[in-house]
């Protein structure tokens, strides 16, 4: 059995932290060799519920769970914590706009950024969910200048997830059979699902399901799986973002499957398939299972592609200047 | 990998069953070879809500998950199951005496128990969950005369888990290094935890913590957790009775670990520790992983532990007498 590791998870009280945290003491993120303390982050009014959701982690008597911390304060929740879930942020309400989301949410970050630098463990890698979630981890990182740059992604896991199941469902082939589905830019409406290099074996999938069904169909359902969701459930969704962020923090830890790669939201610096510089931007990532990731290279493009992963880099670098002022550090 | 199995959870669109639903079918009750068909079994006021969270159990990508079933028919939802997660049932509201609980509950199980009885399959093993789950699992396997009795349970192990926890947290001992935990009888206030078997190595527990401490304190506060957790939650349990079916089945499929044993709600054949004939009532069973458990035999009772199982046991022939009438298949 390994030393115990420290894993944060923010928004600790909320639906999707309910789903997460049974699931992380369970084993399925660090494996069940790996015991951890979970350091859970809420905000004052719901620390009672913190408590219930604690009280019911107890009654799992999950081995793998060797301690708890229970706290409102981002300095004790983030210290020496080595992985950080960033699931807490403020939901979207009715008739705001998403630059209003992106301003209410920014200062959160920078607090949670500065604890981080303040007093994480030296090997800290960070994940957040919480939406905008791409321009929040660059908020976090910014405000983390001692972290290496790295260290910060974001979640277009779920997006990746659920393009591969409305391929699965229209081919009739196993989820578990597809090699390099890839989610381009930011997660909001301009993400680029693309299937241009999914393979079944040695079959192509574009060449199965056509290009009409790939733009007219998949892109459209994919991108409003989020909102079908709540019409159905009349809740957001809470276990698949759950398991996104999981599978994403599995992966990263554990390394990705061989010969596959899987969708990363992470720092762009310029480089890489036309997407702006200094911002956190999803590219298909490889994991060696270090804690490090490479970002997959020479993928040919498809023009459509190119042109849709250029609105979603202009995308995300008015959502960078809507909170210029909390990017100093 | 092994041909798919199909598992029936009752109430799935609820709270228990959003906390179940994703572990099932991430292998973590019959392991990561073992594909499964989810057959999801509710009311028809909740299908909206059930559509939402079969939507979000795709979008998990699951490659053990080959199909789903969504229904508000019985006969629908054990068609052909394998395993049976019995977790809906009519909540206990405020004013309610436990014997108006056991008539709400009583003609779902019948219902259910002649489903199961036309079209399960042969190897059909069944868990009941909702309260009073005991007697739920008696009237179902009442109505199901084809199916052998060893094939019903009820969950104490919610119980036995949170028996577990109290014990490691005196004793600062992980929950994994105790053997020998019982939960005795009725799960309902009469229920007894057992420790005067639960050993550390060559340790016996009671001797640790004294006879005070497990009357006075431990006692009274396992057989208070779930109200104590509904106060701090505002929401009864649901991912730690999740837990706990996940562990029940778990074992029960797959075998219970070397040198333990767990506690089971099973049928009494009135050969047993004075448990009534013709109740379903906890006992530490070992299950060989073939799918059948055996009840562990002669342990040394204390008095006291012999009084009380005996109040739990008529406390079990009361609830039977109520629902006489449905117990004639």
Known sequence: MNDPIRVTVTGAAGQIGYS????????????????????????????????????ELEDCAFPLLHGMVLTDDAMVGFDGTNWAFLVGAFPRKAGMERSDLISRNGPIFVGQGKAMNAVAADDLRVLVVGNPANTNALIAMSNAPDVPKDRFSAMTRLDHNRAL??????????????????????????????????????????????????????????????????????????????????????DWAQGTRKGDWVSMSVY??????????????????????????????????????????????????????????????
């Open 165 to 250: 199941n409305q391929l699965a469902k229209k081919m009739d082939v196993n989820v578990a059979d597809f090699r390099h589905m890839v989610i381009w830019g930011n997660h909001s409406s301009t993400m680029v699902p693309d299937i241009t290099h999914v393979r079944v074996g040695r079959r192509k999938a574009i060449n199965a399901v056509g290009k009409r069904w790939y733009k007219k169909e998949f892109m459209p359902t994919v991108a409003r799986r989020g909102s079908a969701i709540i019409q159905a459930r009349g809740a957001s969704s809470a276990a698949s973002a759950a398991n996104a962020a999981i599978g994403h923090i599995h």
């Open 20 to 55: 997460l945290l049974f699931r992380i003491a369970n084993g399925d993120v660090f494996g069940p060799k790996q015991p951890v303390i979970l350091q859970m982050l809420e905000i004052p009014p719901v620390m009672a519920a913190l408590e219930g959701t604690a009280m």
């Open 268 to 329: 762009s610096d310029g480089t890489h398939y036309g997407a702006p510089k200094g911002v956190i931007f999803s590219f298909p990532c490889v994991c060696p299972g270090d804690g490090s990731y490479q970002i997959v290279e020479d993928l040919e493009l498809q023009d459509e592609i190119k042109t849709r992963i250029q609105v979603s880099g202009e995308e995300l670098l008015k959502e960078r200047a809507v909170v210029a002022d909390l990017l100093n550090g």
